[in-house]
């Protein structure tokens, strides 16, 4: 988990508000796992003062700028602007120094090789199902269900079906896929499916209403939460979710930071964690 | 002097604060550093001046519903509500850690009640490892309707010397910045035993969220803290210098040198960092190295000369 | 509601306090615009809900010695030591000017003895064209050793009293908040005689320049205003809200209009911009502007909707 | 004087740590007089917070992009990097956004025409220098005395020759020109010279010494101050000198933003403002 002063390799538009990000960053496709997150410094100023929490959406290695050199270890990020820190991270351009703290967290347990795995996400609740796809792949049949609000929310489905998943989506205006919410084709997939584990990843709304459909069922889930964040490495204590059994007599807090950001279900206290409203980070 | 004489001397960094020998004069702020194991892969912790761990209470602590913190203008807003695994908790798991470092370790503690400050203090005193206590009077009296100890002389006074009485480490107690007149406080606090004074403490403050029309943290109302702040806290940790004859340690939105030997300038023994972890989790390893810096280019061999130097 | 209808409406942005009627919410803060003429240039005066005069003396007063101001972190610190040309020269000279628009102008005032506000409140009580008083209570109280009058509750009901008398004028009460319990001191302005407060005047605070070892301001001791503070301004506003009936406005750190709603939203039923005005001579122009888009794209037809409308 | 959102034409260094940025500026040709300041805003951002105030070394007419638009209007600065607003200042780019408030102030009179000028100037105060020139050069002679610790520190000398002005330096450390303080160079000239009107812009020490030299031999002398400014439009009352008389009970506070920059010497107290330390800005 280096702290490194490096540089951004790229930065492209991807889909209407969403961008793509790679930073040169050594060390990373050793030392990431599927479902872990970096703390971005998006730039060296006072304003905004804290690191912003990104999914790790995919690590590998860049041709170097010539052939004696050795390519460039980087870790690729999926981002949507929505506020003063992603604003910024837009305006960077190739060679702009960012500072990176990472890989954190801890992320998804890829279950019994063979069963079949399925993910639901949406829009940047796709960056972390990335890798865990790669992962997946080897060993068992995966299917991505993708859910938004309109086509435009839907992203990344082609490299999804590129490393072989099958892709389904879902918008609630049918501009694309089926017409409906996204846990309309997971109840239908369940329906049909045996042995199924599920991991998923998008806003809270979407997670609540898979954590009941999985459990009504009694299958696996495994989901990846966001929480505001100020270190990220357990130290502020100001992204805790509760955890199982948690009373305020006998606390059972959880960083989402270091226990999560990907949790088993079970291990939450679903109910109140599904009440929590971000209230949005914003200034 | 020389360019090449003027690198040839490593200037002292050490300071002693109520008989503490520090290294150096950076140490983390309490809450912001958790036990210290969280950023020891950042940073080795044997360079630090202290550690300052996480404010223990008598029992296991919940701490406040979410969202607890939200960035604010070049500052954040907390209310973690003090979440901490509890005194005996802490002194069976988190010190085996600290023990592996010869940094002295500062433990931040506090209570609802005065007997419960007292009893946090009296199970801290005989741990091998603890160098000090630094007491939080920044927190509601329960049995006096809720008013912070540390906005009244009288309650403060009390507290304080209950706790002396409990403890034979050197206690430093933490000031709150949100009084009349923190001078006031000062001079309680040292006539009720007080070995140090360490301030500031958060403002507080609040932020709203004007699309859903609710506070941006759960409990309303949280503590400010960043760089922000620091004018606040260079003020009244100028003001208390002036009032008492402790040494104090100075916080407050101290992110590089330049920001610490603002509060040593003013008189402050040693500094605390707080939030600028967050930010950077290398951050004291490069103040510490920049004080040196500074003061080989200003020709100081010793970093006392420069503490109280301000010139009015 | 569809896109165009959305668009047909134009939101009430008129607010009253305390029988004063302004277009919208929005006022510069004293000592941040000068006599108004100063940024005309660059404002439609109209525009404004209200005009507030730099603070008036009964005599001349020179100020502080220079450095007078220094940047900080999202803020500044000043020490200007209420300069001003006197309310007598001001009434002769600069009130002709503002009589060219028709907005309320706002007059804040001090003294340095309860006789000396209440003077001055008397010379500007027939005054055409002064809509109200801003009694600026954040000073040194001569007779009582210095103690600043808006930090003791019995001083300041003490000096409010005795300028109630003296003016018929609406009063406004400027809080400072460098106090403890900032319900005490706005009940106690409540009762002796307030018609509105407002709040906050600027955080004591204190910044050094670490190469000459001086204070970066003359007067060593300054006022920290902008972005910086403004969570301590809106926790504030948001308790005085609780503690009194009285119209409060909210002053601190304002540069947009998502900032002014934190206030509105807390329950301000109008706003001051103080500092921004230096950083942008649009400033308010701009708020005033995004406030009516913001009441437009929430489908809210009267601001007033949305003053004291928090969630907790 | 305008509230220009306007953008960088291009931003150059011409001698080490000094910078020439031009700046789109409608207006200014006409607006602006000699020894008139801008309040520049670097970035639309809260760090730093306030603008800072640049004099303006040259207004004129850039050509424009292609033959069919009219030539631009520009401003033109000459700044050196001392903290973090002229740090930024450093890294803009052509058609970075900045905000420009200006001109601002009162200037140089310019002195009965033909008797002769001198100008006293040293490391950035040479810049409200130049407009000058361009003026005085019409009716006088005109001589420029540069003052600098080392040859380093003496820029923009041929700029001024090309304007006809007879230019001689004094360095410090005799790297360049005559060894010594300009204002032996200054003693010199008023030794040979009969009717003579002194302009001088510099480091405080500079200003106090000139002053000295001029009022015991009856020279006229008007000097540009530098000040902490807030605002610079006169309201914040941030950047005071004592003026002549001034005293506690009567006193006569100057603006260095409305009443200055250029001040006749003779309007100002002359003591307290020579012991007037900048304290540096910086934070
Ligand atoms: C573990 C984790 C992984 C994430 N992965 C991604 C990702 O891959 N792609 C992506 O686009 N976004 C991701 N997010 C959300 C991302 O952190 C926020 O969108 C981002 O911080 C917003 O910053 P801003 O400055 O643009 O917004 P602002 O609203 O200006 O931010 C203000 C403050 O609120 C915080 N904040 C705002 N929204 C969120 C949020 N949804 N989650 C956490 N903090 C928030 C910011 O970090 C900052 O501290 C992730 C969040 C977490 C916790
Ligand atoms: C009328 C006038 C004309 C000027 N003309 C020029 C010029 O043409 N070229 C040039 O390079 N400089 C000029 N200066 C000085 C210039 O304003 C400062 O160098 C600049 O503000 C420093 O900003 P900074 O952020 O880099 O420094 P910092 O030290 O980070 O600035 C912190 C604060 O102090 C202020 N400050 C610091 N130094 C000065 C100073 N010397 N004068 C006034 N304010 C200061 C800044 O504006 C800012 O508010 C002029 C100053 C004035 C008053
Ligand atoms: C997240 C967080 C948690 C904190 N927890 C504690 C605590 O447990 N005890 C305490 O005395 N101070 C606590 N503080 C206050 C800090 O120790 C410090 O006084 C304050 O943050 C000001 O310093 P800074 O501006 O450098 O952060 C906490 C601050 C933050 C930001
Ligand atoms: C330069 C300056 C001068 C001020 N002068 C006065 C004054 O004369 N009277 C007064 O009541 N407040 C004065 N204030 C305080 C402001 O009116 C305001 O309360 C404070 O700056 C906080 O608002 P802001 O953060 O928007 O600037 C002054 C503030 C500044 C920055
Ligand atoms: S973000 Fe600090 S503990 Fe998780
Ligand atoms: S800079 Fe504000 S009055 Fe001159």
Redesign the interface.
């Known amino acids: ?1 280096p ?1 490194l002063k490096t540089v951004v390799l790229s930065n492209q538009e991807i889909a209407p508000g969403y961008y793509r990000m790679k930073i040169l960053a050594p060390g990373y496709t050793q030392l990431s796992s599927p479902g872990q997150f970096v703390m971005l ?1 998006v730039q060296n ?7 912003r929490p990104l999914g790790i959406y995919r690590v590998g290695f860049a041709p170097a700028d010539c052939d004696t050199l050795p390519p460039k270890e980087f870790v690729e990020l999926i981002y949507k602007v929505v506020g003063s820190g992603t604003e910024i991270m837009r305006e960077l351009e190739v060679g702009a120094p960012v ?1 990176l ?1 990472g890989p954190l967290g801890t992320g998804f347990e890829f279950g019994a090789a063979g069963t079949e795995k399925i993910m639901v996400g949406g829009g940047i609740g796709l960056v972390p199902l990335y890798m865990l796809a790669q992962e997946l792949v080897k060993t068992s049949a995966v299917k991505l269900l993708i859910g938004g609000r309109t086509r435009d929310d839907i992203i990344l489905a082609s490299e999804f079906e590129r490393l072989g998943v099958k892709v389904e989506v879902a918008t609630e205006d049918g501009s694309m896929g089926t017409k409906g919410l996204v846990t309309k084709i997971l109840e239908q997939q369940l329906d049909v499916s045996k042995q199924t584990e599920v991991f998923a990843c998008g806003p809270m709304p979407m997670l609540d209403a898979v954590e009941k459909i999985c459990t009504s069922r009694e299958v696996p889930l495994q989901v990846s939460l966001e ?15 509760k955890g199982e059994g ?1 009373t ?2 006998e ?1 059972n ?1 959880l960083c989402t930071c270091t226990a999560g950001p990907v949790f088993d279900a079970t291990n939450l206290d679903w109910k109140k964690t599904a009440a ?8 | 002097m020389s360019k090449s004489t003027e690198q040839q001397f490593k200037p002292n960094l050490a300071v002693d604060v109520a008989g503490l020998k520090l290294k150096n004069p950076i140490m983390p702020a309490s ?4 036990y210290g194991e ?2 020891s ?2 940073l080795d912790l044997n360079q630090l001046g202290a550690i300052v761990t ?1 404010g223990m209470s008598l029992n ?4 406040n519903n ?11 807003l ?1 209310a ?1 509500g003090l ?1 901490n695994v509890g005194v005996d908790a802490f002194i069976k798991d988190k010190m085996a850690f600290l023990a592996n470092y010869d940094t002295p370790v500062i433990v931040n503690f506090f209570g609802n009640t005065q007997e419960e400050y007292g009893e946090v203090a009296a199970r801290l005193d005989d741990v091998p490892g603890v160098a000090a206590l630094e007491m939080n009077i920044s927190c509601p009296n329960v049995k006096q309707g809720g008013i912070v100890f540390g906005t009244e002389p009288q309650a403060a006074a009390e507290v304080i010397s209950l706790v002396r009485k409990r403890t034979s480490k050197p206690l430093i107690v933490k000031l709150t910045p949100n009084v009349t007149d923190i001078q006031v406080m000062a001079r309680a606090s040292e006539e009720a035993g007080a070995d140090a004074l360490s301030l500031i403490n958060t403002l507080t403050g609040m ?1 709203v ?1 004007v ?2 029309r ?3 943290i759960a409990n309303t109302i949280g503590g400010l803290s ?2 922000a702040i620091r004018p606040v806290a260079v003020r009244l940790v100028h003001q208390v210098v002036q009032a008492v004859k402790l040494p104090v340690i100075g916080i407050g939105g101290i ?1 590089s040198a330049v920001d610490a030997l603002e509060f040593l300038i003013v008189g402050a023994k040693a500094v605390q960092v707080g ?1 600028a ?6 951050a004291m390893a490069t103040i510490i190295a920049d004080l040196e810096k500074f003061c080989i280019d200003d020709g100081i061999t010793d970093i006392n000369a420069l503490i109280g130097s301000l010139e009015l």
């Open positions: 988990m702290d410094r100023s006072l304003t905004p003062l804290l690191r500072e703290l929480a505001l964040m100020a270190c990220g490495v357990g130290a502020c204590l100001g992204c805790v979710v948690h305020s007599s606390p807090y929590i409203k971000m209230a949005g980070g914003g200034k | 809450g912001t550093f958790g969280e950023y892969p950042y996480k296991p602590k919940a701490g979410t969202p607890r913190i939200c960035e604010t203008v070049s500052g954040m907390n973690i979440q932020a969220d699309k859903t609710k506070p941006r960043g760089p992110t939030t972890n967050f930010v950077d989790p290398t």
